[in-house]
């Protein structure tokens, strides 16, 4: 097979024209269309660099003005757009000088050096390494971006043509080379070909990385949707339950409490100010108790009215403490609803399992169950534990 300059660039416009299709069809797809994750940005991007090469692929059927000056606006404008798409992606905005002082710049290059090929490869290079740099910065300075692994695909296919283009720029600075151009079809050196390979796995590293990228942070998305209550915000039963059954298997020689928590005559809350109201209490409610938890303590919504706290690390006095603390502040607090200021209280059972105890889970939970029925029986706005 004979590498020349427009076979490599046929295969490497015809790769990026069907990455640009799958990726608006990625970005055109899913119930959300007002979402913002980047990948339309992205695809845009991918677009440019593929007219960007087809302008490149037409040299010596088209003016240089085209295929020269225009092509690397093109290149260098879709590393603006994949700079946009990360900072889409994390939801940040960036200086605007990012966005126009790299294409500048490379149209003025193209322009002054259109006929120096070498004077290109070094200027034109220089500049687009620091667009690399940008956005490979942008990657690592991010934290919402490292908490899954698909950037170190994008990462990677940026490395990998910063290193080709610093290898380029040498080249051309020493002179040593005659580079093949499309429009003469010779055979190219292997700096030529490497650049080739280079750029379209950069294409299909980043593009791939970046797809993942945006898949992983919906799946953690659809993971939280799916362990968090909808109204008050902490875990609902299934997170909790993980959460307490993780304790109870990691607890090492250390207890394990668990505190039912009840909201008092909640049903007379809702008969008498409505549904509404109800749901404000709830989120009151909520952020009182998780106001005197502990580092490691665990709050979630059990049901309705009822909520229950995992203490890991609380023997059978600091979960009664705990406890104790958790209704005095309930029961001081004024909480301020749209039909005025409301109070209540909450009754609480507690249960509590030991290192060595080899108990399951639904065994404690029946106990603090039944030491929250004990304290609703006694008079409610009380704490009653399990023996």
């Not at 294409?203 to 797809?211: M, T």
Request: proline share 3%.
């Amino acid at each position: 097979m004979r590498l020349d300059p427009p076979t490599m660039l046929f295969s490497l416009i015809l790769t990026n024209a069907f990455m640009v299709v799958g990726l608006f069809v990625a970005a055109s797809g899913g119930r959300d269309r007002e979402r913002h994750d980047g990948i339309g940005k992205w695809a845009v991007a991918i677009l440019l660099e593929t007219l960007g090469w087809m302008l490149i692929a037409a040299r010596g059927h088209i003016p240089d003005s085209l295929s020269i000056v225009a092509a690397n606006g093109f290149l260098s404008s879709s590393y603006v757009l994949i700079l946009a798409a990360v900072y889409e992606f994390q939801q940040r905005s960036a200086p605007r000088w990012q966005y126009f002082v790299p294409v500048i710049l490379t149209l003025l290059i193209a322009a002054i050096l259109i006929d120096d090929i070498h004077g290109r490869f070094i200027w034109g290079g220089i500049v687009f390494v620091l667009q690399l740099v940008l956005i490979a910065s942008e990657l690592l300075r991010n934290r919402a971006t490292h908490t899954g692994r698909a950037w170190r695909l994008l990462l990677a296919g940026i490395a990998i043509v910063v290193v080709v283009l610093g290898l380029r720029s040498l080249v051309a600075m020493s002179g040593q080379f005659i580079l093949a151009q499309p429009e003469t079809g010779g055979v190219p050196n292997w700096v030529q070909v490497l650049s080739f390979v280079a750029v379209m796995a950069s294409s299909l590293l980043g593009s791939i990385g970046f797809l993942l990228m945006v898949k992983e942070r919906t799946d953690r998305e659809v993971l939280h949707l799916a362990m968090t209550d909808s109204l008050t915000g902490v875990p609902n039963r299934r997170a909790l339950m993980d959460y307490a059954e993780r304790a109870m298997a990691q607890r090492g020689g250390r207890s394990v409490a668990l505190l039912m928590i009840d909201a008092d005559h909640f049903k007379r809350i809702n008969d008498t100010y409505g549904h509404p109201v109800g749901d404000e209490v709830l989120r009151q409610l909520t952020r009182l108790l998780q106001q005197r938890l502990r580092g490691g303590d665990l709050l979630g919504r059990y049901g309705g009215e009822e909520f229950c706290v995992v203490a890991p690390d609380a023997d059978a006095e600091g979960a009664l403490k705990l406890a104790e603390s958790l209704r005095e502040s309930v029961a001081s607090a004024v909480l301020d609803t749209e039909q005025g200021k409301l109070s209540i209280t909450v009754s609480i059972g507690i249960a509590h399992s030991t290192a060595d105890a080899g108990r399951a889970l639904k065994d404690i939970l029946a106990e603090a169950d039944i030491a929250l029925y004990s304290a609703k029986k006694g008079g409610r706005n009380q704490v009653v534990s399990f023996s």
